[in-house]
């Protein structure tokens, strides 16, 4: 099982502010993985990482940028917040598991509220 | 259509009865296959995968794949109120992709 950690854990910000979520693993996982999710509504991935260096826009268009210059980190910034961008943030990573497929494992999430 | 499937519900069932979530995927070339719980307002969390047809039993959990007819379940027998949350089925694609469904809630009623 993945030790998957995200911060802040609950943000409330101004319109126009740069925030930076974290997500952080432990286990060395080379897949990483962000999602947006509305409360009761389904999961939107916005950005991928196959590894160090690599970094993909997701299903959802989303005006977040990523990083992944270590392995083990994953961060997410937004350059300037607005009330649209109000929504729980969850950050997975996954590896390669041998015959079996790839298991994503969640980190708890960060809950963003804009105002 | 969307790559996973699933009825939103709301599922209610009564304490101690076998709840039946289900799932369908279009991929044909689908070899992965997870069902995950979410609490409201938590993150996702495995219950078990699956990678062959037949069914895969962990304590009160069933799952079960039908890979000729594109069809995922999960059984969980004698439901607890615990039990009510969202049920979300994922799938990894024959292009290695991660797809999750929408999820199907889940009520457990004493």
């Known amino acids: 099982e993945a030790d998957i950690y995200q911060t802040p854990r609950y943000l409330v910000i101004g319109t126009g502010k740069k925030i930076t979520l974290e997500c952080s693993q432990t286990?060395?996982?080379?897949?990483m993985y962000w999602y947006q999710q509305d409360p009761g509504m389904e999961l939107h991935l916005i950005h991928y990482s196959y590894g160090v260096n690599s970094t993909e826009k997701g299903d959802l268009s989303s005006e977040s940028t990523v990083s992944r210059i270590r392995t083990e980190h994953f961060p997410l910034t937004l350059e300037s917040a607005r009330p649209s961008h109000t929504s729980q943030y969850l950050c997975?990573?996954?590896?390669f598991g041998t015959g079996m497929g790839e298991t994503q494992y969640f980190g708890p999430g960060t809950r963003l509220l804009v105002l | 259509q969307k790559e996973v499937e699933q009825n939103s519900g709301p599922l209610s069932v009564p304490e101690g009865a076998i709840a039946s979530l289900n799932c369908t995927y279009s991929?044909?070339?689908?070899?992965?296959f997870f069902w995950y719980r979410q609490y409201s307002g938590k993150s996702p969390e495995l219950i078990m995968s699956i990678y062959s047809n037949g069914d895969k039993e962990d304590g009160r959990f069933t799952a079960q794949l039908n890979k000729a007819s594109q069809y995922v379940s999960l059984l969980i027998r004698d439901s607890q109120p615990s039990d009510s949350a969202t049920y979300l089925c994922a799938v990894i694609s024959n292009f290695n992709k991660f797809y999750f469904g929408s999820g199907t809630k889940l009520n457990v009623k004493p």
């Open positions: 991929d044909r070339g689908s070899q992965s």
């Open positions: 286990m060395g996982h080379d897949k």
């Open positions: 997975a990573s996954s590896e």
